[in-house]
């Protein structure tokens, strides 16, 4: 049996990383290369499983940890959609939040199941408008010491570093972001691309279908430094039934929502890394919304819209932010003093728990 390529897409919550890998899946199915995809998150009921099982592609989920610490389950998922599919490529999109992924993920794979896979180069997305902000070339808000941390030490392990969303930087500015990128992570090659608008795409996904991850020193990394920087960051994941009395825009009802999260945090103070969100009718429908939050100091951004007004639907809201977890459940509850159509189905409010590695060769 030939190995599949195991080709691992990072980068920090609200990076862009699951339109990429949707990208990806669509440009290796055009090209008649079956692929699987796994997602990964610290809770379960993932906007990201719902957005891509919606365009037909088989994907498995890996809740209540990253894949480090929970590696058997990582190979249990590569095992499952290659007795279902056997798939040429597995893309496999790992927690925002996570780092030391080569060291804990990339070199344990190819040690012990290298006759399964072959392993690409590691690739991190980043949002420019965070990254110019981190990296000091702009003013703007930005995360504490500890989870900046999280945030450096991501793209210090990237084989590649892909700038994603180049079309909200002007000439100047991505020169400029490239050149701060280039000294500070010498080691690493530097991509720019616009997934949203597909720009740019085809050169990233040759070379991590061409190539093979390279041997290097695994970085160093201080894990409690790390796990205190995860602990600062607070997870919601709510699952939601819409119950209207008369058709309403579903579209609009998202971005209210985002608006009534957003401001809350704002007004506390907190940092929002991600807010995305799905609506999807109760019929039997493909149909759904799609919206996503990345800072707070933005307006909500529609990436799929419905086609049609709605009475009843499922609404999954995942949040991530600078907060303790009781603060984005407050959020949520006073959310929903404004909406009282919507009535809680599932609810997991936690931060994430200290990470342990299974494996980590260095």
């Given at each position: 049996?030939?190995?599949?390529?195991?080709?691992?897409?990072?980068?920090f919550l609200g990076a862009g990383k699951t339109t990429s890998v949707l990208k990806f899946a669509e440009y290796l199915q055009e090209n008649e290369i079956t692929v699987g995809i796994i997602t990964n998150d610290q809770a379960s009921n993932l906007v990201d499983s719902k957005i891509i099982s919606t365009h037909g592609f088989d994907v498995e989920e890996i809740a209540g940890g990253c894949f480090c610490c929970r590696f058997e389950s990582l190979k249990e998922a590569a095992d499952?959609?290659?007795?279902?599919?056997?798939?040429?490529?597995?893309?496999?999109?790992?927690?925002?939040?996570?780092?030391?992924?080569?060291?804990?993920?990339?070199?344990?794979?190819?040690?012990?199941?290298?006759?399964?896979?072959?392993?690409?180069?590691?690739?991190?997305?980043?949002?420019?408008?965070?990254?110019?902000?981190?990296?000091?070339?702009?003013?703007?808000?930005?995360?504490?010491?500890?989870?900046?941390?999280?945030?450096?030490?991501?793209?210090?392990?990237?084989?590649?570093?892909?700038?994603?969303?180049?079309?909200?930087?002007?000439?100047?500015?991505?020169?400029?972001?490239?050149?701060?990128?280039?000294?500070?992570?010498?080691?690493?090659?530097?991509?720019?691309?616009?997934?949203?608008?597909?720009?740019?795409?085809?050169?990233?996904?040759?070379?991590?279908?061409?190539?093979?991850?390279?041997?290097?020193?695994?970085?160093?990394?201080?894990?409690?430094?790390?796990?205190?920087?995860?602990?600062?960051?607070?997870?919601?994941?709510?699952?939601?039934?819409?119950?209207?009395?008369?058709?309403?825009?579903?579209?609009?009802?998202?971005?209210?929502?985002?608006?009534?999260?957003?401001?809350?945090?704002?007004?506390?103070?907190?940092?929002?890394?991600?807010?995305?969100?799905?609506?999807?009718?109760?019929?039997?429908?493909?149909?759904?919304?799609?919206?996503?939050?990345?800072?707070?100091?933005?307006?909500?951004?529609?990436?799929?819209?419905?086609?049609?007004?709605?009475?009843?639907?499922?609404?999954?809201?995942?949040?991530?932010?600078?907060?303790?977890?009781?603060?984005?459940?407050?959020?949520?509850?006073?959310?929903?003093?404004?909406?009282?159509?919507?009535?809680?189905?599932?609810?997991?409010?936690?931060?994430?728990?200290?990470?342990?590695?299974?494996?980590?060769?260095?």
């Amino acid at each position: 049996m030939s190995k599949s390529r195991y080709i691992m897409i990072g980068g920090f919550l609200g990076a862009g990383k699951t339109t990429s890998v949707l990208k990806f899946a669509e440009y290796l199915q055009e090209n008649e290369i079956t692929v699987g995809i796994i997602t990964n998150d610290q809770a379960s009921n993932l906007v990201d499983s719902k957005i891509i099982s919606t365009h037909g592609f088989d994907v498995e989920e890996i809740a209540g940890g990253c894949f480090c610490c929970r590696f058997e389950s990582l190979k249990e998922a590569a095992d499952k959609l290659s007795a279902d599919t056997r798939p040429d490529v597995i893309i496999a999109e790992p927690v925002g939040s996570c780092t030391d992924l080569v060291a804990t993920v990339s070199y344990p794979l190819r040690r012990i199941y290298g006759d399964n896979f072959s392993i690409s180069p590691l690739s991190v997305l980043v949002d420019p408008i965070r990254a110019r902000r981190i990296l000091g070339l702009d003013e703007g808000k930005k995360f504490s010491p500890k989870v900046s941390y999280i945030y450096m030490k991501q793209m210090e392990e990237a084989d590649l570093i892909v700038i994603n969303k180049c079309d909200l930087l002007n000439d100047e500015q991505l020169c400029e972001l490239h050149d701060a990128l280039a000294e500070t992570f010498p080691a690493s090659e530097i991509i720019h691309c616009s997934a949203r608008y597909s720009q740019g795409l085809e050169p990233w996904f040759a070379k991590i279908l061409s190539t093979e991850k390279n041997y290097r020193e695994a970085m160093t990394v201080d894990y409690q430094i790390y796990g205190e920087g995860e602990a600062e960051l607070g997870w919601l994941n709510a699952t939601l039934n819409v119950n209207e009395e008369t058709y309403i825009d579903g579209n609009k009802l998202l971005v209210d929502i985002a608006i009534q999260i957003r401001d809350y945090l704002n007004d506390k103070d907190h940092q929002i890394a991600h807010l995305k969100m799905t609506l999807s009718p109760s019929e039997l429908s493909t149909d759904l919304a799609v919206l996503n939050l990345v800072r707070n100091d933005m307006i909500p951004e529609e990436s799929q819209s419905l086609q049609d007004d709605i009475m009843k639907g499922e609404l999954i809201i995942n949040l991530r932010a600078e907060a303790d977890p009781d603060t984005l459940k407050n959020a949520l509850a006073a959310m929903l003093e404004k909406n009282v159509k919507l009535e809680i189905k599932d609810l997991e409010h936690f931060s994430p728990s200290f990470p342990v590695p299974v494996h980590r060769d260095k």
